[in-house]
């Protein structure tokens, strides 16, 4: 003899593209092209093999803010200067 239990019923909403927007972000847009640019630079980044002494000063930036670009900490930077990259 079998038993059912019952299963909760779970409904699936097909996302925008834009997971930022979808979880209800004001500024969904930027995030998104911010970690666009971020996972773009990190790629290039892991095909060159550099460093994080060698990476900041090719970005003429400092060490902690090259560890918060590898780590995906992207408050402190904005679209613009991420483009400069």
Known sequence: ???????????????????????????????????????????????RKLSRPATASILKSTHSNVSALRFYKLVEFSVEALSLS
């Open 1 to 47: 003899m079998t038993t059912q239990t019952a299963r909760p019923e779970f409904r699936i909403t097909r996302g925008t593209g834009n997971v930022f927007a979808d979880l209800g972000f004001s500024n969904a847009s930027e995030r998104q092209a911010k970690l666009r640019l971020v996972h773009l630079v990190n790629q290039l980044l892991d095909a």
